[in-house]
């Protein structure tokens, strides 16, 4: 039987990428981000890709995405950086998951818990949004110390999230983070892991990488930000996202398409129903704008995307029900990009990709 909604995952690109991207960045080390459910591309599958290509570390935002590796038998070293109180820490450390902490709370919190938990301290250098604030930084360090030196934690990262708000915000975060270093090492503490850079920084600012850096959205072979190429870096995305056609209709010059009516046909044409919908993903904002290839030829959504399917005016195309139609995938076959899905719903790649519902079935490919 074929896939009704399918996304593609090859996990041989997400491998290449970390492989690629572990080169560029050397000697710092890398952790592949596989949080969200690895962007969309399955967290598990994603993980296993990224260790396979070299990923030293791997990152999720909370506690319950890193358990769920674990539980998986995923082994590697892992960071787990956004908690509510009561998180589950004790499990966390005995599932020997790492923890980013943001606050003296939070670190008085996950000192209580049973066992060593292994932390990294996170500043707040700009983005202002986890991390401690400037002004708590010595008190922040001084109450880790106390904590290793009791043998509650063990410090072995310091770190930031950069805005990527420009080169010169960017330039002013990263001297911010070697201020917090600096403080660090002066009160005591050792973490042999100092980390700041997400995908945009690794790739753009060289002295962001410091020990490791944290990649998601390139490990996924897309763009960290519009100014980037990844193709020319040699990155593949991982994700295409098809589904078969299920109806085509020959309609007249003038005919409505949809609910409400958004769309007209101005001409003669073919229209296609292809079985995703803003259940799947597909963004509601793309209506009328879309792109979707079939036989190597682009259509484009015609009317309101619906919660199960979408119309493509596909022309005078020739198209048959049963033929394969493509949203996105590697442009460089031909087919749109999830940039360019992100374009016409006036977003971003990552949303595109991480966005893909539960319905939709992955298949995973090397
Ligand atoms: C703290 C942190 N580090 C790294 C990443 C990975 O970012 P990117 O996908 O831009 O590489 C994220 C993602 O949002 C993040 O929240």
């Known amino acids: 039987m074929t ?13 290449h990428n970390i492989q690629t991207l572990r080169a560029l960045v050397a000697p710092a080390l890398v952790m592949a981000v596989v949080k969200a459910n690895g962007y ?20 999720v935002a909370d506690i319950t995405e890193a358990l769920a590796l674990r539980a998986a038998g995923i082994d590697a ?21 790492d923890l980013g902490i943001s606050s003296i709370a939070q670190l008085t919190e996950v000192a209580a818990a049973s066992g060593t938990a292994c932390v990294h301290l996170k500043v707040d250098t700009g983005l202002h949004r986890n991390g401690a604030f400037l002004d708590e930084w010595q008190q922040f360090f001084e109450a880790a110390v106390a904590h290793e030196l009791a ?3 063990h410090v072995r990262g310091i770190w930031s999230h950069l ?9 002013k975060q990263i001297d911010l983070f070697s201020t917090a270093v600096a403080m660090a090492h002066s009160v005591g503490l050792r973490p042999e892991l100092r980390h700041l850079a997400a995908s945009e920084g690794a ?20 763009a960290p930000a519009d100014d980037v190429d990844v193709a020319a870096l040699g990155l593949v995305p991982a994700m295409t996202l098809s589904a078969p056609v299920i109806s085509v209709k020959r309609v007249v010059a003038g005919s409505g398409v949809s609910y409400g009516y958004d769309f007209y046909c101005e001409n003669d044409t073919t229209l296609v129903l292809v079985p995703l919908g803003y259940a799947d993903g597909v963004p509601r904002h793309a209506t009328n704008r879309g792109p979707v290839s ?40 031909g087919v749109p990009s999830a940039d360019d899905w992100a374009e016409a719903a006036g977003s971003i790649n990552y949303e595109i990709v991480t966005r893909i519902g539960q319905r939709v079935v992955r298949r995973y490919e090397r």
């Open 294 to 333: 079939i036989n190597g030829a682009r259509g484009q959504i015609a009317g309101r995307v619906a919660m199960d399917q979408i119309v493509v005016n596909m022309g005078d195309t020739p198209v048959a029900v049963g033929d394969r139609a493509v949203l996105f995938g590697d442009s460089s076959t």
């Open 203 to 222: 790739i753009k600012h060289p002295d962001a990488r410091f020990d490791l850096v944290r990649l998601g959205i390139s490990a996924y072979g897309l």
């Open 151 to 153: 043998g509650r934690i």
């Open 77 to 97: 070293p892992l960071l787990a950086w956004l908690h509510q109180p009561g998180a589950g820490f004790s499990e966390a450390v005995h599932a020997r998951v």
């Open 163 to 171: 805005a990527n708000a420009g080169a010169e915000h960017d330039a």
């Open 3 to 15: 896939d009704l909604r399918l996304a593609t995952i090859s996990t041989g690109a997400i491998s």
């Open 40 to 59: 969309g591309h399955g967290a598990v599958e994603s993980a296993r890709a990224a260790l396979d290509g070299g990923a030293d570390w791997l990152g």
